[in-house]
């Protein structure tokens, strides 16, 4: 199947060729859908804490600070926004100049809210005859606006990440994503006056967030009275997977090689397992509101982080007590208890386990990474859903999915899909040590019967492509997972520019 050209590229980019021939597999087998028990709702599968519990998971998270754990951030920060920009770019392209729909009503017609303003008029007066954009707009030259903040002799928005466009407006400036982040770490994740943050970010905009960040971080260092460790990582290509023929035959580029596309965010798994950290909070970059709005967020990534750490002592408790050999079957009768309501994970036949395989059984389950994640009520935006699934063993557990996993035509499981009172918003804070303080390693957690083929084109030519278990999906499959409702005001993600005009966002 592979030249001797094809096998230099393979090893030039850290794969084998039995890892391609099994993606050449699972594109033309495609993946099981998963198996559902119900979908998690509060009092089965998620955490809705009392005000007096919440406040005690608060302060415990305050005490763990105080110990002095290494906290990590994480954001996975990768790619282009140029979706975010559908709507104007089509807008560019229309034969006609005035705004005609109700989202070029709504962009020109409130433009001067946008954070980016400033910015973008100092580009339209360089490249239009010293005109600003509110100018250009009264003239109805509105195109020029959009090709000043879209094309690279402009801003060039079409092509940056997210992570760097200005999103809120501030009395000393306008602040992109990037540091709203740098100040929620200084609030909630730091510890011994330290903030560590990595971020994920695709090989071209490197440089320009190691820029922004050399530019900004020690105003927020000097404002929130912390040192800032920033880190950032790339997408590993070994991640990368092969593009498929409609036939299943290996894709080509027009220079006869192999044409590799990148994994999705399930490949991130590889960049958090390289994290060396207690406790890992996971948010996507576009999930962040200006400050006179971050008490609710603060609050509760705390809330999240109090559970888990709690949680966690009790399950290092208990593997410790399993591996001492000092217990009796009323301990392991309160194992399970704790494994089965506070972790969610359930076995149909344990009362037939012999206490030998029960104990077995016990610390495997206890003895992985455990995530806490905050799920919002559901009031129709896109998301993954808190389900209970079953898993290969045979054992029911908590688990995130997208609507590519469940079986449409099953009306059980589109019933339980189609009602399910909330879905994750990627709200995640995760434990990554063992009781013995050594870290998981987390390939090894993935289940990977639980990746996606999506339908994708390139030069004109349709092809097949593969994309990993979801770092939130399958990524974690084999992970502790508890859910904790959070309220919808922390989650405020902008998928279009005009979610800037929210009110969250102003």
Same mark, same amino acid.
């Given at each position: 199947?592979?030249?001797?050209?094809?096998?230099?590229?393979?090893?030039?980019?850290?794969?084998?060729p039995?890892?391609?021939?099994?993606?050449?597999?699972?594109?033309?087998?495609?993946f099981?859908?998963l198996r559902?028990?119900a979908?998690?709702?509060?009092?089965?599968?998620?955490?809705?804490?009392?005000d007096?519990?919440?406040?005690?998971?608060?302060g415990?998270?305050?005490?763990?600070?105080?110990?002095?754990h290494?906290?990590v951030?994480?954001v996975?920060?990768?790619?282009?926004?140029?979706?975010m920009f559908?709507?104007?770019f089509?807008?560019?392209?229309?034969?006609?100049?005035e705004?005609?729909?109700?989202?070029?009503?709504?962009?020109?017609?409130?433009?001067?809210?946008?954070?980016?303003?400033k910015a973008?008029c100092?580009?339209?007066?360089?490249?239009?005859?010293?005109?600003?954009?509110g100018?250009?707009?009264?003239?109805?030259?509105?195109?020029?606006?959009v090709?000043?903040?879209?094309k690279?002799?402009?801003?060039?928005?079409?092509?940056?990440?997210?992570?760097?466009?200005?999103?809120h407006?501030?009395?000393?400036?306008?602040?992109?994503?990037?540091?709203?982040?740098?100040?929620?770490?200084?609030?909630?994740?730091s510890?011994?006056c330290?903030?560590?943050?990595?971020?994920?970010?695709?090989?071209?905009?490197?440089?320009?967030?190691k820029?922004?960040?050399?530019e900004?971080?020690?105003?927020?260092?000097?404002?929130?009275?912390?040192?800032?460790?920033?880190?950032?990582?790339e997408?590993k290509?070994?991640?990368?997977t092969?593009?498929?023929?409609?036939? @299943?035959? !290996?894709? %080509?580029n027009?220079?006869?090689?192999?044409l590799?596309?990148?994994? *999705?965010? $399930?490949?991130? #798994? /590889?960049?958090?397992?390289?994290?060396?950290?207690?406790?890992?909070?996971?948010?996507?970059?576009?999930?962040?509101?200006p400050?006179?709005?971050?008490?609710?967020?603060?609050?509760?990534?705390?809330?999240?982080?109090?559970?888990l750490?709690e949680?966690q002592?009790k399950?290092?408790?208990?593997?410790?007590?399993?591996?001492?050999?000092?217990?009796?079957?009323?301990?392991?009768?309160?194992?399970?208890?704790?494994?089965?309501?506070?972790?969610?994970?359930?076995?149909a036949?344990?009362k037939?386990?012999?206490?030998?395989?029960l104990?077995?059984?016990?610390?495997k389950?206890? @003895?992985? !990474?455990? %995530?806490?994640?905050?799920v919002?009520?559901?009031?129709g935006?896109? *998301?993954? $859903?808190?389900? #209970? /699934?079953?898993?290969?063993?045979?054992?029911t557990?908590l688990?995130?999915?997208?609507?590519?996993?469940?079986?449409?035509?099953n009306?059980?499981?589109?019933?339980?899909?189609?009602?399910?009172?909330?879905f994750n918003?990627?709200?995640?804070?995760?434990?990554l040590?063992?009781?013995?303080g050594e870290?998981?390693?987390?390939?090894?957690?993935?289940?990977?019967m639980?990746?996606?083929?999506?339908?994708k084109?390139?030069?004109?030519?349709?092809?097949?492509?593969?994309?990993?278990?979801?770092?939130?999906?399958?990524?974690?499959s084999?992970?502790?997972?508890?859910?904790?409702?959070?309220?919808?005001s922390t989650?405020?993600?902008?998928?279009?520019v005009?979610?800037?005009?929210?009110?969250?966002?102003?």
């Amino acid at each position: 199947m592979f030249t001797e050209k094809d096998l230099q590229q393979l090893a030039q980019r850290g794969v084998t060729p039995e890892q391609v021939e099994n993606q050449l597999k699972q594109i033309a087998q495609g993946f099981p859908f998963l198996r559902l028990e119900a979908a998690a709702s509060v009092g089965n599968g998620i955490m809705a804490p009392t005000d007096a519990e919440r406040e005690a998971f608060v302060g415990r998270w305050q005490d763990y600070k105080a110990e002095g754990h290494k906290i990590v951030k994480f954001v996975p920060a990768s790619g282009a926004a140029s979706r975010m920009f559908k709507n104007l770019f089509e807008y560019l392209d229309a034969p006609y100049t005035e705004p005609s729909n109700d989202f070029e009503k709504k962009f020109f017609g409130e433009f001067k809210k946008f954070a980016f303003r400033k910015a973008l008029c100092e580009k339209c007066k360089e490249n239009c005859d010293d005109k600003c954009a509110g100018t250009l707009i009264e003239e109805g030259n509105g195109k020029a606006v959009v090709a000043n903040l879209l094309k690279p002799e402009g801003l060039n928005y079409g092509q940056l990440p997210k992570g760097l466009l200005l999103f809120h407006n501030y009395e000393d400036g306008a602040r992109t994503p990037m540091e709203e982040h740098l100040v929620e770490a200084a609030l909630y994740a730091s510890s011994n006056c330290e903030a560590n943050v990595h971020f994920t970010v695709s090989h071209e905009h490197m440089e320009l967030f190691k820029a922004r960040v050399a530019e900004t971080a020690d105003k927020y260092a000097k404002e929130y009275g912390v040192k800032y460790n920033i880190s950032f990582s790339e997408q590993k290509p070994s991640t990368d997977t092969i593009a498929a023929n409609p036939d @299943n035959t !290996p894709f %080509r580029n027009e220079d006869g090689t192999l044409l590799f596309r990148p994994g *999705g965010h $399930g490949a991130l #798994i /590889a960049n958090l397992s390289d994290i060396d950290a207690d406790v890992v909070f996971v948010k996507n970059i576009d999930n962040v509101v200006p400050d006179r709005l971050k008490a609710d967020t603060v609050e509760y990534k705390q809330l999240l982080a109090g559970i888990l750490v709690e949680l966690q002592e009790k399950a290092f408790a208990y593997l410790r007590q399993l591996e001492s050999g000092e217990y009796n079957h009323e301990k392991l009768e309160e194992i399970i208890r704790f494994v089965q309501r506070d972790l969610c994970c359930r076995k149909a036949d344990i009362k037939e386990l012999e206490d030998a395989d029960l104990v077995c059984y016990l610390r495997k389950k206890l @003895n992985r !990474p455990m %995530r806490v994640c905050g799920v919002v009520r559901n009031v129709g935006e896109p *998301g993954g $859903g808190p389900f #209970i /699934a079953y898993n290969q063993d045979g054992t029911t557990s908590l688990q995130i999915l997208e609507s590519s996993q469940i079986d449409k035509s099953n009306e059980e499981y589109m019933k339980m899909f189609t009602e399910g009172t909330h879905f994750n918003p990627v709200d995640l804070v995760c434990g990554l040590k063992d009781y013995k303080g050594e870290r998981f390693d987390l390939p090894k957690y993935v289940d990977h019967m639980t990746g996606f083929i999506s339908q994708k084109s390139k030069s004109g030519k349709e092809l097949q492509a593969l994309e990993l278990p979801g770092l939130w999906n399958g990524a974690m499959s084999d992970w502790n997972t508890i859910f904790v409702e959070v309220p919808l005001s922390t989650f405020n993600p902008v998928k279009t520019v005009n979610d800037l005009l929210r009110e969250q966002h102003q």
